[in-house]
Structure formats: structure tokens, C-alpha cells
């Protein structure tokens, strides 16, 4: 008897974490690593009956492990900021573990751009930001040609837990001052995603794999300009919060020391790689 099971990367993560959470909603078997199988995060996947390996991408007799008996895998990753080729090493490492396994589906939970990064004019050739967005065009690819039964990209927006704690501390100032200081312009619109929808567009691939075979899809809820973000958020949290937005001058005084501007400088086109319309579409926003 065929049973769909899932492989789910990522899982004690934000996205890998909605993922499992949805398919588990669904009573769909979900297996998942753990570096630290007695962590707060990890308790909470078994306590939803997610099936946990000790181990980590480098490990490949623990994927092998964890990918045994499944029929489909969630693949997403994040960067590892003192090695970044370890990116593209662990996404091999996991296909190859689907592959020997037996896996139909893979699915790659990319980013916005990602199937083209030369389109991003604010790219600067060699840092780091153009690594991990060649990466992940490099990991699309493997994807698409790893041999698979079906494949899907998925390239989620702007996630709006990036406003909750912990996340929203790479914002200073915003916390502790009320004042986002921002290189983006009170014009920009960003996608805002929220995590549930990941989880179900996650999810909802993985149980419809042949209407979602060779799809890249780009897809966000909202699509807010920053003062509406800053009103949003004042209104959640019962305080005024402002943005000042930087120069061109203190932008290029503060590049070179602040990584957080070089990203939010992408984020001014971030808008134009997908519409809501192609999003609506796909009916699981």
C-alpha cells in the first residue's frame, strides 16, 4: 500500500517547521533531522508525531536513515556564514539521500530572484549576498536535474516573522527606539509572506505532486509599502514606530560595515518578481 511520507529539512525552522505542522494537520508521515533531539523545538515536532533522526545535512547515514521510506522531501536551507559552500554540499547531500531512497518528489523552498540573480542590479559580484543568491540558482538547477519523478521551486516573499522576536532584532532600533533605520525608500513595496502559507504551499505540493511537477512559483499575501508595515506593526504593539531612511550617502559610508543594507537594497525590486495575481491563483494564500 502506498503511503505518502515526508522528508522535511529544516524542520525546528520557520519555514521547515510550517511545513511539517501542515502536513501533520493533514495525517501525512513526516520524518526530520534534529542536531539536538531534546530541544525545545525538536519536543514540539515529536509531540505533533513528527518521526526524528539525531544528526545534521553533513551526516549521511543519518539522512539515509531519516529518508528511508519516504516519498517526497522539503528541501531548504540556510546559509552557513563561516563556510559558504557548505550550502550547495548539504543540498547535494540530501538529494542524493531522496535518490537512493527512492524519493518521487523533491521540493526546493528557494528565493525571490533566485532563478535569475543577474536581473538584481544592486547585486555586487563576489559578496556575500551574490554567493548565497548563486548558490541557491545553483541549487534550483540540481533540483530540476537531479532526476526526479516531479520537482517544484517554491520562492516564498518577505516573511512577516521577520517582525517577532527573535527576528526582528536585525532591525536596530526598531525594538528599542521605535525607529527603523532602513536603505529602503518610503516608495518600496515588499511581498510580505506569512508562515502559515509557506507551510501550505509546502504542503500542498508535496500531496499534489503531478499538478505541482516542473512549477517555480513566486508567491506572497500582501504586497505593503514600508510606512504600511511600520503602521501595521505600531497598531500590534500599541506604540508609534517610524522609519528614517538612509541617504544615498550614509547608505554608501555604512555598506561596507552593515550587511543588513546590501539586503535591503534587493528588497527595493524585491516587488517585481512576482504579482499577486499569480499568487491568488494557486488559491492557498
Known sequence: MYTPTAFVSGATGCQGGAVARYLRSKDIAVHALARDPASKR???????????????????????????????LFLVLMPDFTDLTAERLWATNILDAGKAAGVKHAIFSSGFSADNPDQLTALEP?????IVMRNKHAIESQTRDAGFEYWTILRPGNFMANYLEPFVRMYPGLVEKGVWTSALTPTTV????????????????????????????????????????????????????????LSDEEIMDQKATNPFISGQLLMRDMAKYATRKEAEA????
Not at 563576489?126 to 551574490?130: A, V
Not at 509546502?202 to 512549477?215: D, Q, S, V, Y
Request: one cysteine or more.
Open 42 to 72: 525538536a519536543k514540539a515536532l515529536e509531540a505533533i508525531g513528527v518521526k526524528l533522526t539525531h544528526g545534521d545535512y553533513d551526516d549521511k547515514e543519518a539522512l539515509q536513515q531519516a529518508m528511508s521510506g519516504c516519498t517526497g
Open 126 to 130: 563576489g559578496s556575500f549576498l551574490d
Open 190 to 245: 515588499l511581498p510580505m509572506v506569512d508562515t502559515v502559507t509557506i507551510g501550505r504551499f509546502g504542503g500542498e505540493a508535496f500531496l499534489n505532486p503531478e499538478k505541482f511537477h516542473r512549477k517555480e512559483i513566486a508567491y506572497a499575501d500582501e504586497w505593503l509599502e514600508v510606512g504600511v508595515i511600520l503602521q501595521k506593526l505600531s497598531k500590534a504593539v500599541g506604540r508609534e514606530l517610524e522609519a528614517a531612511y
Open 282 to 285: 494557486w488559491g492557498y494564500r
